[in-house]
């Protein structure tokens, strides 16, 4: 008998939209706290919330997190309404392309604090 793959891709998917949304949670609630901390937020309050490695590696997690929840969920909404395979394509690549855009711009900014 043949093994056919991805019998088990709605479930990978699955846990992974839940644990991306479980890390952006705690990680709203760790920034919260250091928001707080820092106040009064001042431009250079704000810059520096972002300096140490640790911050722009947890912040740069927390967006590919949020680019793959999205992800997960356009597939679902493309897989469910758009039936025209073509079209589906095309948006998954301008979709993609968007999210590894945001990605990249993302590694730009917080590299670029100092």
Known sequence: MRHVGGAH???DMWLLQRASAIYMA???????????????????AWRELF???AMKLGS???????LVHAWIGLRE??????HFLVLR???YLAF??????????TVDI???VK
């Open 51 to 53: 300096v140490p490695t």
């Open 96 to 105: 993609g392309a968007l999210y590894l855009g945001c990605l990249v711009w």
């Open 110 to 112: 917080l590299w670029s």
């Open 60 to 66: 740069l997690l927390f967006v590919a997190s949020l």
């Open 9 to 11: 891709r709605g479930l």
């Open 26 to 44: 705690a990680y709203l609630v760790v920034f919260l706290i250091l928001f707080l901390a820092a106040s009064p937020m001042s431009f250079l």
């Open 89 to 91: 394509l095309g948006l």
């Open 77 to 82: 909404i493309f897989i469910d309404y758009v």
